[in-house]
């Protein structure tokens, strides 16, 4: 155990237990999953789901998921979030600043999900579309003010044991500005595996589960899947595989994102939203391939808000798309949440994105905790 989870369990002891109007649903009968894994369309709303099952011959993998809720996407310093505070909301169950990554408002540091699991002594990843330091995957791993510093929070993950990772934004690692560190090396010093896109294939390493997992898609941010990325199925798998042998009974906690839905929005680009949630289907799919076998396995597909206003217009049909955007930034769209395996019960109906992370901790029967 770390010293920084030693600190996050010290103060969730501490932390009063919430009451139980936090978390509404509270079905009969709740088998306690083994592992979750969280799956997360960063500026992912209906509208981009709709438009990739249009595409997709009006089929998605998310009409498997026989549960479906909403959560409202909202930072404490206004009504549209960011990447930063919407995924520390739920990695962390805080509402926090826009910018913020894995703190509250006061930039106290709040312990992420991921974190716990780990302290727990389960196995954890990441994987992600983006550099391993953007916004989203860092509110699971890091604490710091602003998510714009990417060399502190690539340091963050030499303070932890994160079991598998799979991202870009290596030279935050390796060409660091603020100190001569190679983060890269220290962690082949600490025991990872570590490669790249540039010594070898994703496709052709066979990682050994003794042995904490590192790989690097590209020194900053990975190409578009419509420019040739195609690791994040793959990757998926990999990690469903790799952490489950490495868990033993303790199980896996594990957050894939498909990053890049988000920047389709940015750019008021249908055709990118489309390849990418193509892309994060496809990743979906191994993930319920894996938990239709496993049986204990819990698993959320969600965003941290949509973004575009993406819209599909009138005159549109199954095989041609009209879409239209109202902005390039988020939006304050409600959200949909979809749950599959044992826990996912607790994932119906109207909630705060703060609630996902109550509702994970509730599905482990871990106790929970007062939102902040």
């Known amino acids: 155990m770390t010293i920084y989870s030693l600190f996050f369990m010290l103060l969730l002891s501490a932390i009063p237990v919430s009451n139980t109007s936090e978390i509404r649903t509270e079905p009969a009968e709740v088998v306690t ?9 960063d500026g992912m709303g ?3 789901i709709s438009a990739a099952m249009y595409v997709n011959g ?12 909403l959560h409202k996407a909202i930072a404490a310093d206004g009504l549209i979030t960011d990447s930063a505070a919407g995924s520390t909301a739920l990695a962390c169950g805080v509402r926090t600043y826009t910018g913020a990554i894995g703190v509250n ?24 579309t983006s550099s391993i330091t953007d916004a989203t995957p860092a509110a699971f791993i890091a604490h710091v003010k602003l998510r714009n510093q990417v060399e502190d929070i690539a340091a963050s993950f030499l303070n932890t044991e994160i079991d598998f990772l799979v991202g870009g934004g290596e030279n935050a690692f390796t ?15 600490k025991g990872y595996f570590v490669s790249g896109y540039k010594e070898q294939a994703l496709t052709d390493i066979v990682p050994v589960t003794q042995q904490n ?13 419509a420019k040739g990325r195609n690791y994040l199925p793959l990757a998926s798998n990999m990690a469903t595989y790799f952490l489950n042998k490495r868990s033993g009974e303790k199980g896996f906690f594990l957050m894939v994102e498909g990053a890049q839905i988000e920047w389709g929005g940015h750019e008021k680009n249908s055709e990118y939203i489309i390849s990418e949630m193509t892309d994060f289907e496809k990743a979906i ?39 239209a955007f109202s902005t390039d930034q988020a939006t304050g769209s409600l959200i949909p949440v979809f749950a599959y395996g ?23 029967g871990w106790a929970s905790r007062a939102s902040n």
């Open 46 to 48: 209906i509208s981009q």
């Open 175 to 189: 060409r660091r500005k603020t100190d001569n560190r190679n983060l890269r090396l220290e962690l082949e010093q």
């Open 342 to 364: 044992p826990g996912a019960e607790y994932f119906r109906g109207i909630y705060d994105n703060t609630s996902i992370y109550a509702r994970m901790r509730k599905s482990m």
């Open 58 to 69: 009006n089929k998605t993998n998310l009409e498997k998921f026989p549960v479906v809720g």
């Open 105 to 128: 408002q006061d930039t106290m540091p709040m312990m992420s999900i991921l974190e716990e699991a780990e302290a727990r002594g389960m196995a954890t990843g990441l994987v992600t």
């Open 285 to 323: 799919s191994e993930v319920l391939k894996f938990a239709e076998r496993d049986g204990e396995t819990l698993v959320i597909v969600t965003a941290d808000h949509e973004t575009g206003g993406y819209a599909i217009n009138p005159g549109s049909t199954v095989d041609s798309l009209i879409p």
């Open 33 to 41: 999953p083994r592992n979750i894994i969280l799956m997360i369309g």
């Open 213 to 225: 997992f590192a790989y690097f898609t590209a020194e900053e941010e990975p190409l578009s899947a």
